[in-house]
């Protein structure tokens, strides 16, 4: 079973830096792609950023600029780096992990973290 643990939400205000952890319980090169989501309420949840195997990274327009994913693969660490902060920001964001293995894709999440952005 693989566990995905986040840390590192809070309260801020708009504009200032929140940095997001995510500690994977196996090597983060058995996944195809790790990133995190967000959801907000009474919103659908949203693929904020994502880095593949190879260590290319993408994010959604909302975030580009702001937000940098990276990872730590001696310590099986994710990040997500969240500068210049906004109030549509605030959301509870999630990390997630995808696998392909015979055919079939899995996919995994951790609990999440809440983000409160303050304006």
């Known amino acids: 079973q693989v566990q995905l643990v986040e840390s590192g939400g809070g309260v801020v205000q708009a504009g200032g830096s929140l940095r997001l952890s995510c500690a994977v319980s196996?090597?983060?090169?058995?996944?195809?792609?790790m990133g995190w989501c967000r959801q907000a309420p009474g919103k659908e949840r949203e693929l904020v950023a994502a880095?593949?195997?190879?260590?290319?990274?993408n994010y959604a327009d909302s975030v580009k600029g702001r937000f940098t994913v990276s990872r730590d693969v001696s310590k099986n660490m994710v990040y997500l780096q969240m500068n210049s902060l906004k109030p549509e920001d605030t959301a509870v964001y999630s990390c997630?992990?995808?696998?392909?293995?015979?055919?079939?894709?899995?996919?995994?999440w951790g609990q999440g973290t809440q983000v409160t952005v303050s304006s």
């Open positions: 196996r090597s983060i090169f058995s996944f195809n792609t």
């Open positions: 997630y992990a995808e696998e392909w293995s015979n055919g079939q894709k899995y996919d995994y």
């Open positions: 880095i593949t195997w190879a260590g290319s990274p």
